[in-house]
């Protein structure tokens, strides 16, 4: 009774141990799958999930396949497959009556600032090769035309007064191939401009100052190269006594006299002139100081050591 009573003890042990063994194995497998569950959560409106944030995949671990007759199936194609419009049946034509050309487009005058200069720009429409253009110089002038049968897209209408308005008008024109009869548009873009000269000369240059005797009494006579613009009237001279200020206009030298005798400069005290180009529209050149030089022409040498 004792050997029998050991046996079925052990047994009992050994049976208890096995579904120890089971239960802990049991309990490690959920706990793993709970953690992967809880860390790749999905769900970013809860705060189940560690990362809280979606997770995705960059391929699909296993091949899809579909039988050929889901994919043929009418439900698929109407929720998948787009409405789509055959570009290639729609042909783009259009019926060009030679007789009546369509208007010139953006035409434009433009000033070019020079003076006495006009330049036109515009867009041809498609099928006019050549314009016309007329211009009307002032009010209660005839309207006379300037060019004809024009093919370039710009024009440049030069040799004009000063301060007068110019209008000009564009007509598309086409010539029949079949008669050699030339259309014009029946309707026709205007524009207007005033050719201003708005562009300032060039300083003076090759300035130079020297003292003289003018009837015995001393004097500074100025000297200057006038600039190559072809409309310089005059040169106006400022002088100030302090350095960094234009002064005073003491006197206009008109065109081509480059000289001037500055009588009237003040005695032992150091002046500062500028000169200034005028050209025939009144524009006047930079009024950046120019003599004498400013600054220190050496440097590296102090001012109170430069030889004079």
Do not use: C
Request: aromatic share 10%; charged share 20%.
């Amino acid at each position: 009774m004792v050997h029998i009573h050991s046996k079925h003890h052990h047994a009992a042990r050994r049976l208890h141990s096995n579904l120890r063994f089971r239960e802990v194995v049991l309990i490690i497998l959920v706990g793993t799958l709970g953690a992967v569950a809880i860390y790749t959560s999905r769900d970013n409106n809860t705060a189940f999930g560690l990362l809280n944030q979606p997770v995705y995949a960059d391929f699909v671990p296993v091949e899809i396949t579909f039988r050929d007759d889901t994919l043929l199936s009418t439900s698929f194609l109407e929720l998948d497959l787009p409405t789509t419009i055959d570009s290639a049946t729609q042909v783009r034509a259009q019926l060009f009556d030679v007789t009546n050309p369509p208007e010139v487009q953006s035409f434009s005058a433009l000033n070019t600032r020079v003076g006495g200069e006009v330049l036109l720009y515009w867009e041809l429409p498609e099928g006019v090769s050549a314009v016309n253009i007329y211009r009307l110089a002032g009010e209660g002038t005839t309207e006379e035309q300037i060019a004809k049968q024009w093919s370039d897209t710009v024009f440049v209408d030069d040799a004009l007064s000063q301060d007068t308005l110019y209008t000009y008008r564009i007509t598309a024109t086409v010539t029949d191939a079949t008669t050699g009869i030339a259309y014009e548009s029946q309707a026709s873009q205007t524009a207007s401009v005033l050719p201003e000269d708005r562009i300032p000369p060039l300083s003076p240059n090759e300035i130079s100052i020297s003292s003289v005797s003018v009837n015995g009494k001393a004097a500074l006579r100025i000297l200057w190269t006038y600039p190559s613009d072809d409309d310089i009237a005059a040169v106006r001279i400022f002088r100030s006594t302090y350095f960094g200020t234009r002064g005073e206009q003491i006197a206009q030298v008109e065109y081509p006299k480059a000289e001037y005798f500055d009588t009237t400069a003040p005695a032992n005290t150091t002046v500062y002139y500028t000169l200034v180009a005028v050209d025939e529209a009144g524009n006047a050149s930079s009024a950046d100081f120019q003599s004498p030089l400013p600054g220190n022409a050496s440097p590296f040498t102090p001012f109170g050591l430069q030889t004079q």
